[in-house]
């Protein structure tokens, strides 16, 4: 069997967009040459790389197992490059990471501060929700990830690296906010806008509820955290949002933090990989630029 590098980043493509066309505009190729160098990979390996149902494309078992294998060699190639260029003094290279939708309020100007120190360098950065993170992680797909409950099935390695405080929203102008010390059941009229299930904020305040044998009656589950706070300020009910979604302030867009009894909630962001990847020069030099940064920050 004989394949390409290019060859294997066509199964690459073709198994993350789920199309010859879009496969073929990622490589850079017509849709024609896109499916000749498939039919190619095919004949070379002996056995059918995907079918077509319903005009959706779907990989076989032998697909998949090509598609992992292929991006299993190309991040070892990419770390040796990585390596040979740490050799020679240079800062060049390829740093994916996938954050859950959270963290974009403070991972963007972390990449930034590292970019700045290494322009050579090029990152790509997906936020999504935790379960496509995680989705990502069992496929790993790329070098870090960035979330606040990492799936306890996977044998990872996980380092914390800062605090993620769960609290309690109000509109601005609700009574509420002029009460100290409420306990959680005074609550229980209240109605609640929650993230959505699944979500590592949604999660911890379940746990929460659950401990204290509190029922929320919840009104909305929203995919966002932007949603959440709009919806708050709208008067619609109460809010559980880490602080980080109020740019770390009590009192932002309409709404406020409540003086809730048990909030805020202990949580911390982890940086995880799986424990058998081998992380590359640039995802490591960017583990220790972010631990750096924030135990500078703390020091201050």
């Known amino acids: 069997m004989h394949l390409t590098f290019r060859q294997?980043?066509?199964?690459?493509?073709?198994?993350d967009t789920g199309s010859v066309s879009a496969a073929a505009r990622v490589m850079h190729v017509?849709?024609?040459?896109?499916?000749?160098?498939l039919r190619e990979i095919t004949e070379s390996v002996g056995l059918p790389l995907y079918e077509v149902v319903g005009k959706k494309l779907y990989l076989t078992d032998v697909g998949r197992q090509l598609a992992e294998t292929a991006r299993s060699m190309t991040q070892t190639w990419e770390a040796f490059e990585q390596s040979i260029?740490?050799?020679?003094?240079?800062?060049?290279?390829?740093?994916r990471i996938a954050v859950v939708s959270t963290a974009k309020y403070f991972m963007p100007r972390l990449i930034g501060s590292f970019c700045r120190k290494h322009a050579q360098i090029d990152v790509a950065l997906e936020i999504l929700n935790r379960d496509n993170v995680v989705q990502r992680l069992r496929q790993n797909l790329d070098d870090l990830y960035i979330m606040s409950m990492p799936p306890a099935d996977m044998d990872l390695l996980d380092e914390t690296f800062?605090?993620?405080?769960i609290v309690v929203i109000a509109p601005a102008g609700d009574p509420l906010t002029r009460a100290s010390h409420i306990p959680l059941e005074t609550l229980s009229t209240q109605?609640?806008?929650?993230?959505?299930?699944?979500?590592?904020t949604r999660m911890s305040a379940d746990a929460h509820f659950r401990r204290h044998r509190f029922r929320p009656d919840i009104r909305l589950e929203l995919g966002s955290n932007e949603a959440v706070r709009e919806s708050v300020a709208g008067g619609l009910g109460l809010g559980v949002l880490?602080?980080?979604?109020?740019?770390?302030?009590?009192?932002?867009?309409?709404?406020?933090?409540?003086?809730?009894?048990?909030?805020?909630?202990?949580s911390v962001w982890h940086i995880v990989h799986p424990k058998a990847k081998k992380l590359s020069p640039v995802a490591q030099a960017f583990k220790f630029h972010l631990q750096n940064t924030l135990a500078r920050r703390a020091r201050a």
């Open 8 to 15: 294997l980043r066509l199964v690459m493509a073709l198994a």
């Open 30 to 37: 017509t849709q024609p040459t896109a499916s000749m160098q």
């Open 85 to 95: 260029d740490s050799v020679k003094g240079l800062s060049r290279g390829k740093l």
């Open 162 to 165: 800062m605090d993620n405080p």
């Open 191 to 200: 109605r609640f806008i929650l993230r959505e299930k699944g979500s590592g």
């Open 242 to 266: 880490s602080q980080h979604a109020l740019h770390g302030h009590t009192r932002e867009h309409g709404v406020k933090v409540l003086d809730v009894q048990g909030f805020p909630l202990p």
